[in-house]
């Protein structure tokens, strides 16, 4: 209940309303929320890896005694005493924490013992709390080890009927161990599980070495161990740095073979996925990814699971590269899936904190330490309590006939006891309460030795009190034992799952073409700048119908697995994936809605990319260079600037590079030929001047091999050649004016006609 802010009514007459600043109040029980969710739903504790709903479900188990070797309970029993004794919430939110703590494909190292349905892989949910039943594991038993020896502080209840403990004594790594996720009130935390004997050997080394670097851990600990398998492909740099930050992720494949089926046929088998993600959601996809004709590798998926993971996954055809079938499908789904890392814990129970991996790992063996003292001076108490007992019947014995005497005449035998031979209260009453049978002699011996027993006992434990060393050595012999339990050794049950590898070098052209299905289709722009993309080479373009206005530009035959390049006159490249055009339906899509290109631009050209071939750019004042058709390729919508121009000089003419000669018309029709080798190559800039004028501009430009000669078309489709000798006059330097055009030229300046 809040406090309450309303007075009691009085008899002045008033309304009795305290007025209360919307803004403080709002503040004040927002900053109430959030804490609460922080402390008590959300963030783990860094000593036991546990949030409050699953030590109260744990603790609830012991106080019903259902330890591992015990007999298993109905989970409604459980759940039951959880809520009503401990955790005042939902019964569905308990059942399904308690469900998650038994899943061996969502914990690393169990914490409870289910029987029944519990869940699978497949993403089913579990069976309702009345069928189901469950029991401790050993971890649980790690986890609770000392509770009862006064290890670990206790608070009231909800209803404050009853106690439960505020963390637990935690002999088991299981913050890492067994990983963590919560979303709070701005802040959340994730951390994937590891392997226990990684993280035993780290808090070992850790505690002869407690500066010890991270790159010292990741020795011991490479990364995470998930109860899925899998293959993490991060580099070692990237998970020191996850590990030093407490901040970053893990990259995680499924593990696959391929399985000869003879005949040089194979399938592809998947024997492990990543952590998290439901087998038969993935399979779903991957169908749904088929149906979508997005892996044209891939001809059928299969589900052959039933104990173990069996997805297979049968190529189109025995040619095709199954790594880079994979590759694919890692791009496209779950079959490679990022393990997110935030180690934000709550630091000793009461300050959220993101954790390094050594913080993480010395506040556990601090907690360790403190549990040690705790369960020591415990001891030590009940040591003390037992040898003021033994101490009083030693004097019994030695004094039997005084003993019985005073018990068999006294009125107030306790009290002449104490007065005759000095003994405590206590003492006294354990003389009084002797039964008759332990007066025998032998009776004297055992209590002589339990006396000495716990003597040198009580000078151990007081020794390793007033000693950090020996402290330590008792935590790191702890740890030792811990460790042995869960060794993991080849065929050992606790054996690393989570291999490393590094993800195999692909052709990442060769990936995206792959998730594409390889169709003829023929490219149209329109004179407006609308493009479309045909089904199949069309050699008749006669037939092509436009908006009311528009006319045809250009029209060129590509794949569906081709980029193609877009040239603009404000000298821009764009790259399209021919994929993704609009279909022939309709009239197309503006190119200005798939790219950012500026209105006072215009579409120069188009073409099929080829990232052998150079070209030839040239502006309308006769600049130009030689060009790599790699350098035109851009990653976004916004393109790349290649050519340098101000209007109104634009960019007018792209010709393929061949031969060894550049010949070159301008408006005045006069004709250059000069070596390609006078034009430089560049990958950005205004160029070099290709021919010299005294008005006008470039009309045309064309590369070939001088020794076949220089050819042209006319307007009537006749080809005209000038071989090497006839090209005489016209050779020259670069940049010079050239003559006149021979006879013959067409007269629309363009060696095309």
């Given at each position: 209940?809040?406090?309450?802010?309303?007075?009691?009514?009085?008899?002045?007459?008033?309304?009795?309303?305290?007025?209360?600043?919307?803004?403080?109040?709002?503040?004040?029980?927002?900053?109430?929320?959030?804490?609460?969710?922080?402390?008590?739903?959300?963030?783990?504790?860094?000593?036991?890896?546990?949030?409050?709903?699953?030590?109260?479900?744990?603790?609830?188990?012991?106080?019903?005694?259902?330890?591992?070797?015990?007999?298993?309970?109905?989970?409604?029993?459980?759940?039951?005493?959880?809520?009503?004794?401990?955790?005042?919430?939902?019964?569905?939110?308990?059942?399904?924490?308690?469900?998650?703590?038994?899943?061996?494909?969502?914990?690393?190292?169990p914490i409870v013992d289910g029987?029944?349905?519990?869940?699978?892989?497949?993403?089913?949910?579990?069976?309702?709390?009345?069928?189901?039943?469950?029991?401790?594991?050993?971890?649980?038993?790690?986890?609770?080890?000392?509770?009862?020896?006064?290890?670990?502080?206790?608070?009231?209840?909800?209803?404050?009927?009853?106690?439960?403990?505020?963390?637990?004594?935690?002999?088991?790594?299981?913050?890492?161990?067994?990983?963590?996720?919560?979303?709070?009130?701005?802040?959340?935390?994730?951390?994937?599980?590891?392997?226990?004997?990684?993280?035993?050997?780290?808090?070992?080394?850790?505690?002869?070495?407690?500066?010890?670097?991270?790159?010292?851990?990741?020795?011991?600990?490479?990364?995470?161990?998930?109860?899925?398998?899998?293959?993490?492909?991060?580099?070692?740099?990237?998970?020191?740095?996850?590990?030093?930050?407490?901040?970053?992720?893990?990259?995680?494949?499924?593990?696959?073979?391929?399985?000869?089926?003879?005949r040089g046929g194979y399938q592809?088998?998947?024997?492990?996925?990543?952590?998290?993600?439901?087998?038969?959601?993935?399979?779903?996809?991957?169908?749904?990814?088929?149906?979508?004709?997005?892996?044209?590798?891939?001809?059928?998926?299969?589900?052959?699971?039933?104990?173990?993971?069996?997805?297979?996954?049968?190529?189109?055809?025995?040619?095709?590269?199954?790594?880079?079938?994979?590759?694919?499908?890692?791009?496209?789904?779950?079959?490679?899936?990022?393990?997110?890392?935030?180690?934000?814990?709550?630091?000793?129970?009461?300050?959220?904190?993101?954790?390094?991996?050594?913080?993480?790992?010395?506040?556990?063996?601090?907690?360790?330490?403190?549990?040690?003292?705790?369960?020591?001076?415990?001891?030590?108490?009940?040591?003390?309590?037992?040898?003021?007992?033994?101490?009083?019947?030693?004097?019994?014995?030695?004094?039997?006939?005084?003993?019985?005497?005073?018990?068999?005449?006294?009125?107030?035998?306790?009290?002449?006891?104490?007065?005759?031979?000095?003994?405590?209260?206590?003492?006294?009453?354990?003389?009084?309460?002797?039964?008759?049978?332990?007066?025998?002699?032998?009776?004297?011996?055992?209590?002589?030795?339990?006396?000495?027993?716990?003597?040198?006992?009580?000078?151990?434990?007081?020794?390793?009190?007033?000693?950090?060393?020996?402290?330590?050595?008792?935590?790191?012999?702890?740890?030792?034992?811990?460790?042995?339990?869960?060794?993991?050794?080849?065929?050992?049950?606790?054996?690393?799952?989570?291999?490393?590898?590094?993800?195999?070098?692909?052709?990442?052209?060769?990936?995206?073409?792959?998730?594409?299905?390889?169709?003829?289709?023929?490219?149209?722009?329109?004179?407006?700048?609308?493009?479309?993309?045909?089904?199949?080479?069309?050699?008749?373009?006669?037939?092509?119908?436009?908006?009311?206005?528009?006319?045809?530009?250009?029209?060129?035959?590509?794949?569906?697995?081709?980029?193609?390049?877009?040239?603009?006159?404000?000298?821009?490249?764009?790259?399209?994936?021919?994929?993704?055009?609009?279909?022939?339906?309709?009239?197309?899509?503006?190119?200005?809605?798939?790219?950012?290109?500026?209105?006072?631009?215009?579409?120069?050209?188009?073409?099929?990319?080829?990232?052998?071939?150079?070209?030839?750019?040239?502006?309308?004042?006769?600049?130009?260079?030689?060009?790599?058709?790699?350098?035109?390729?851009?990653?976004?919508?916004?393109?790349?600037?290649?050519?340098?121009?101000?209007?109104?000089?634009?960019?007018?003419?792209?010709?393929?590079?061949?031969?060894?000669?550049?010949?070159?018309?301008?408006?005045?029709?006069?004709?250059?030929?000069?070596?390609?080798?006078?034009?430089?190559?560049?990958?950005?800039?205004?160029?070099?001047?290709?021919?010299?004028?005294?008005?006008?501009?470039?009309?045309?430009?064309?590369?070939?091999?001088?020794?076949?000669?220089?050819?042209?078309?006319?307007?009537?489709?006749?080809?005209?050649?000038?071989?090497?000798?006839?090209?005489?006059?016209?050779?020259?330097?670069?940049?010079?004016?050239?003559?006149?055009?021979?006879?013959?030229?067409?007269?629309?300046?363009?060696?095309?006609g």
């Open positions: 209940m809040g406090k309450n802010l309303t007075p009691p009514p009085g008899d002045d007459g008033g309304d009795n309303i305290l007025p209360v600043d919307l803004k403080a109040a709002l503040e004040e029980r927002y900053l109430a929320y959030a804490l609460s969710t922080i402390m008590h739903r959300a963030l783990p504790d860094v000593r036991d890896g546990l949030k409050p709903v699953h030590r109260r479900i744990i603790h609830a188990m012991s106080e019903m005694g259902i330890r591992p070797n015990s007999a298993f309970k109905k989970c409604a029993r459980i759940v039951g005493d959880v809520i009503g004794k401990f955790h005042p919430h939902g019964d569905q939110s308990v059942y399904d924490a308690l469900v998650r703590l038994a899943q061996d494909f969502s914990q690393r190292y029987q029944g349905n519990f869940g699978n892989i497949d993403g089913d949910s579990a069976a309702a709390y009345r069928y189901t039943e469950a029991r401790m594991t050993e971890v649980a038993a790690l986890l609770l080890e000392g509770v009862d020896q006064d290890a670990v502080d206790f608070r009231a209840t909800y209803n404050e009927e009853d106690e439960e403990p505020t963390v637990l004594p935690g002999a088991f790594p299981n913050l890492l161990a067994n990983g963590a996720s919560g979303i709070a009130v701005g802040m959340a935390t994730s951390i994937p599980p590891h392997n226990a004997h990684e993280l035993c050997d780290a808090a070992l080394h850790l505690i002869r070495h407690p500066d010890a670097t991270i790159e010292k851990l990741v020795d011991f600990i490479p990364g995470p161990d998930l109860p899925t398998g899998g293959i993490i492909i991060d580099s070692r740099e990237a998970i020191i740095e996850a590990y030093r930050t407490g901040r970053g992720g893990f990259r995680v494949r499924a593990k696959w073979e391929m399985e000869d089926l003879g592809i088998v998947i024997t492990e996925i990543p952590y998290q993600v439901q087998k038969s959601r993935l399979i779903e996809k991957i169908a749904e990814l088929l149906i979508a004709r997005k892996l044209p590798l891939l001809e059928d998926v299969r589900d052959e699971s039933a104990e173990d993971i069996r997805v297979v996954l049968v190529p189109k055809s025995r040619t095709v590269d199954a790594t880079l079938l994979m590759e694919s499908l890692f791009r496209l789904t779950e079959l490679e899936n990022r393990i997110p890392l935030n180690m934000n814990v709550l630091s000793m129970g009461r300050v959220p904190k993101v954790m390094a991996l050594n913080e993480v790992l010395l506040e556990w063996l601090a907690h360790r330490k403190e549990v040690l003292i705790r369960r020591s001076r415990f001891r030590l108490a009940a040591i003390d309590r037992r040898l003021e007992i033994l101490g009083g019947l030693l004097i019994a014995y030695l004094n039997l006939d005084e003993v019985i005497r005073i018990i068999r005449e006294e009125d107030e035998p306790k009290q002449v006891m104490i007065a005759k031979w000095q003994l405590t209260d206590v003492q006294a009453e354990s003389i009084l309460n002797m039964r008759l049978r332990n007066l025998r002699k032998l009776e004297e011996f055992e209590i002589r030795k339990e006396f000495d027993e716990l003597t040198a006992e009580k000078a151990d434990i007081e020794s390793l009190l007033s000693s950090d060393d020996k402290q330590w050595r008792v935590v790191e012999h702890e740890i030792q034992d811990v460790r042995k339990k869960f060794a993991k050794g080849r065929g050992k049950p606790f054996a690393r799952l989570t291999q490393f590898a590094d993800a195999p070098e692909a052709d990442l052209d060769a990936i995206q073409q792959s998730m594409i299905e390889k169709e003829p289709v023929t490219v149209v722009i329109s004179q407006k700048g609308w493009i479309r993309a045909l089904k199949g080479h069309i050699a008749d373009t006669a037939s092509l119908t436009f908006k009311e206005g528009d006319a045809l530009r250009l029209a060129f035959p590509a794949q569906t697995t081709d980029k193609l390049l877009l040239l603009t006159t404000g000298g821009k490249a764009y790259t399209l994936g021919a994929d993704k055009l609009p279909g022939g339906r309709g009239h197309g899509e503006p190119i200005r809605i798939m790219v950012d290109m500026e209105n006072d631009q215009d579409v120069l050209t188009a073409f099929v990319h080829d990232p052998s071939r150079k070209l030839i750019l040239s502006s309308t004042a006769g600049n130009g260079f030689v060009v790599g058709e790699t350098e035109l390729v851009a990653n976004t919508r916004k393109g790349k600037q290649v050519m340098n121009v101000a209007m109104p000089d634009e960019a007018k003419l792209v010709v393929p590079v061949s031969g060894d000669h550049v010949a070159v018309v301008g408006e005045n029709r006069k004709l250059l030929v000069f070596p390609l080798a006078q034009l430089p190559e560049m990958t950005r800039g205004k160029g070099v001047r290709l021919q010299r004028y005294k008005d006008g501009g470039i009309s045309d430009v064309k590369c070939f091999a001088l020794s076949e000669g220089l050819t042209w078309e006319d307007t009537a489709g006749r080809v005209f050649t000038r071989n090497k000798d006839e090209l005489l006059e016209w050779l020259g330097d670069r940049a010079t004016a050239g003559r006149a055009v021979p006879k013959g030229f067409p007269r629309s300046g363009k060696f095309s």
